[in-house]
């Protein structure tokens, strides 16, 4: 497998000029992300198709990647996506994490013509059509704000309203690992760095949750931000695309109930606490 990212060869072992293997509409779909934080898309894609089979992969043994670079990033996810495919024969696959979506997936696409593949970005559009005071707060990891696909995504946006950004290191970690005592001081201090929330004018009434894992601290941001601001994340709108993409393709599974499959490269244990927690 090619860890390069600017190689432009061909990383995968069943990349053809389109995609064969996995692509029955019984066949799961593949939904993965650096760890816990991926099943806040799970949860959503679940509710929205609810026939469907998924193989959750938490890729836990290289967590975070929200602070590592590029380069690790897009060989964690050719891996990734690689077992998933080999061992799972998935039809489709869910990148459930902005920071290796911003990372790969243009490659993944390219690698993988043929093959459904859907990505998460920050909701900078969704908060826009929310926002009053024209303030938004934008939650994210380093990796997801730094890289080039938000950048563009953020130039195109910022004549329409003010953007402030926050990293948040070591936010994810604290998720991952259920530590409540720093979710909620990181919380206070990332929410305090970006400024007053309310409604005022000069408020920031929109908060965007720019990392997958940061809707599992929702009870802490929303009582530092209080009740009026909105809290954007994307799981809704992945799950549509989702759906969009499989009925476009013929691959949606007509009916019985649908399962998951957990699997990780770190503590499985870890991860079936986690989705029977949030779940
Ligand atoms: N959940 C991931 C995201 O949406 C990243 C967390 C991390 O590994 O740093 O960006």
């Known amino acids: 497998m090619g860890s390069d990212p600017n190689s432009g060869q061909c990383a995968f072992r069943h990349a053809t000029t389109s995609y064969e293997l996995g692509s029955d509409p019984i066949s799961p779909i593949g939904v993965f992300?650096?760890?816990v934080g991926g099943l806040s898309i799970l949860r959503a894609l679940r509710a929205h198709l609810p026939h469907e089979d998924f193989s959750y992969l938490a890729d836990s043994g290289f967590a975070p990647y929200g602070e590592r670079d590029d380069a690790f990033v897009v060989e964690r996810v050719r891996a990734v996506a690689q077992r998933l495919l080999d061992d799972h024969a998935v039809k489709a696959l869910v990148i459930a994490c902005n920071t290796a979506t911003a990372a790969a997936i243009h490659l993944l696409r390219d690698e993988l013509p043929g093959l459904p593949i859907v990505g998460v970005e920050p909701a900078l559009k969704p908060a826009l059509a929310l926002t009053r005071t024209g303030r938004i707060g934008v939650m994210a990891t380093r990796g997801t704000l730094a890289s080039a696909k938000f950048r563009s995504l953020h130039d195109a946006l910022r004549g329409q309203a003010e953007f402030l950004l926050q990293p948040c290191d070591g936010l994810?970690?604290?998720?991952?690992?259920?530590?409540?005592?720093?979710?909620?001081?990181?919380?206070?201090?990332y929410a305090g760095a970006l400024g007053r929330?309310?409604?005022?004018?000069?408020?920031?009434?929109?908060?965007?949750?720019?990392c997958t894992h940061y809707p599992f601290?929702?009870?802490?941001?929303r009582s530092l931000v209080g009740d009026a601001v909105r809290i954007v994340e994307t799981g809704q709108a992945v799950a549509r695309q989702t759906r969009r993409l499989l009925e476009a393709a013929s691959l949606s599974k007509a009916g019985g109930e649908g399962s998951v499959s957990y699997l990780s490269t770190g503590d499985l244990d870890k991860l079936r606490l986690s989705a029977s927690r949030w779940l």
């Open 172 to 189: 994810a970690d604290a998720i991952e690992n259920h530590d409540t005592g720093a979710i909620a001081q990181l919380c206070t201090r």
């Open 197 to 210: 929330f309310g409604t005022g004018p000069g408020e920031i009434d929109t908060l965007v949750l720019g």
């Open 217 to 221: 601290a929702q009870r802490e941001l």
């Open 33 to 35: 992300d650096s760890g």
